[in-house]
Nanobody, 122 residues
Framework: QVQLVESGGGLVQAGGSPRLACAAS????????MAWHRQTQGNERELVAA???????KYGDSAKGRFTIPRDNAKNTVYLSMTSLKPEDTAVYYC????????????????WGQGTQITVSS
């Protein structure tokens, strides 16, 4: 049974630098691509960042230059390190796993976490 458990969400002040974590189980973590997507009410889920099994990363336009997506294969955990947060970064952030590589679309991923809310106050 695949499980992805996100943590690290909450209320953050603008300019803050929180870090989200996603602990995976039930998969061969090091062989899979991992990603973070985010979604706001009424909008489609969008890619924030993805990392493949080789450690190559891809970032959505909103994340470039501000976010990074390191992974720790020994801990079966992927992180989303965020800096310079803005109110428009407020969203539910979802962790996902797949074997498509650096997929940019939600359908490239097979399993999803329950999501964690990030709210950025101005």
């Amino acid at each position: 049974q695949v499980q992805l458990v996100e943590s690290g969400g909450g209320l953050v002040q603008a300019g803050g630098s929180p870090r989200l974590a996603c602990a995976a189980s039930g998969i061969s973590f090091r062989l899979n691509a991992m990603a973070w997507h985010r979604q706001t009410q009424g909008n489609e889920r969008e890619l924030v960042a993805a990392i493949d099994s080789a450690g190559s990363a891809k970032y959505g336009d909103s994340a470039k230059g501000r976010f990074t997506i390191p992974r720790d294969n020994a801990k079966n955990t992927v992180y989303l390190s965020m800096t310079s947060l803005k109110p428009e970064d407020t969203a539910v952030y979802y962790c996902a796993v797949g074997n498509y590589g650096l997929g940019t679309q939600p359908y490239h991923y097979d399993y999803w976490g329950q999501g964690t809310q990030i709210t950025v106050s101005s």
